[in-house]
């Protein structure tokens, strides 16, 4: 083989592990998956079955940016579900209680998403301490908290559904979809939501690879002790993977109290098990010291188009946590192969 057909096949490998190899997998999954459902269903290729997906999809991807950084450090965030239903109703409750509906006004929405994502931050904050400070393991913490924002977010709320701004409309909604009129028809939905996440994974993807904080993140994932002799504040940016993942539920309380109409005290319970499997159907190492928002992203459609996709060819709940279980599973095995692969 000549030089330069020597040179052409080592900067397409080159590319290929740029990107990751697992990651391609994921994306040929959500394409394969994607035509698997489009052509078993008809009612699957609607505009509205798209939209769905996609609105599924915002507050599931928002946590699983954020849960990425816990899991990269060998942690967990078990609190990020009930957490994000907790800050919704905080901040929609904030706003029902001080807005009058004879005349809204639009800054106690800036201000009641404030609240959710102060929340958010507030909760990050004491898992990092209770993990990094106090040692606790991070299951055992996070699910603590769990418990705990599950509970609060029904004190805030007196138990009661909350309704946050715009929702009898398209004025809240109008963060993530954008009604396009058309003369004598029904309005296009342009889903403006998509954009904005596209933007946040592209900027954690950089905060993950090229700064202090993702690059310590990974290495304190992949050897805590070499970390703490090489001079890294350990414990400081151990809190602050789980003040990101805070932070990244309070923005999927937002996400999701301008998708859906009522947030509902006493729910959320498995969107942190939805968040977490797409991160690692994304790569995310099981044992932590690797993983990328990216793949996290793509991670979380595979979880997306099962859970809306399987009910269009006539599987309901029970098969699709089994199926989705079992990728979850093969997912955990190809980190596993990776693992062994590496050793020398």
């Known amino acids: ?15 290929v592990q740029r990107i990751g190899g697992q990651k391609i997998i994921v994306f040929l999954v959500v394409v394969v998956l994607f035509a698997f459902f489009s052509m078993m269903s008809e009612n699957f290729r609607k505009t509205s079955t798209i939209i769905q997906i996609l609105d599924f999809s915002y507050y599931i991807t928002l946590m699983s940016i954020g849960v990425t950084f816990p899991l990269i450090t060998g942690g967990v965030d078990l609190s990020i579900g009930t957490g994000m239903i907790c800050y919704a109703l905080a901040g929609g409750y904030l706003f029902t209680k001080l807005n009058d509906p004879t005349n ?33 393991p991070p299951f055992l913490a996070t699910l603590c908290t769990c418990m705990m924002t599950r ?10 559904g909350v309704t946050w701004p715009g929702m009898q409309g398209e004025g809240f909604r ?12 029904r309005p296009t939905i342009f889903p403006l ?8 994974v592209i900027l954690m993807e950089f905060v993950l690879k090229k700064t202090k904080v993702g690059r310590y993140t990974i290495a304190i994932g992949s050897n805590k002790e070499a970390a ?5 504040n ?21 996400a999701y109290s301008a998708i859906i109409p009522t947030v509902q005290p006493g729910t959320g319970a498995g969107f942190e098990l939805e968040a977490i499997g797409g991160a690692i159907i994304g790569g995310v190492s099981a044992t932590g010291g690797s993983g990328s928002i990216i793949g996290s992203f793509l991670g979380v459609f595979v979880i997306c188009l099962l859970k809306t996709g399987l009910p269009f060819i006539g599987l309901q709940a029970n ?4 199926i989705t279980g079992l990728v979850l599973i093969g997912a955990v095995m190809v980190d596993i192969v990776k693992a062994r692969y590496k050793k020398p």
């Open 319 to 322: 098969w699709q946590q089994i």
């Open 234 to 254: 350990v414990k400081f940016y151990h809190m602050m993977a789980y003040v990101i993942s805070g932070f990244f539920a309070g923005l999927a309380a937002v």
């Open 1 to 15: 083989m000549s030089q330069g057909n020597n040179t052409a096949v080592h900067g397409r490998k080159t590319l």
């Open 104 to 136: 809204p006004n639009a800054m106690l929405a800036l201000v009641a998403a404030g609240v959710a994502l102060a929340f958010g931050i507030l909760i990050g904050l004491l898992n990092g301490v209770l993990v990094s400070r106090m040692d606790l």
């Open 193 to 200: 939501g998509i954009v904005w996440i596209l933007l946040l």
């Open 174 to 185: 109008g963060i993530f979809r954008i009604l396009i009129p058309h003369e004598g028809g």
């Open 151 to 160: 509970g609060l977010g029904s004190l805030v709320a007196n138990n009661s």
């Open 228 to 232: 703490i002799l090489s001079g890294i």
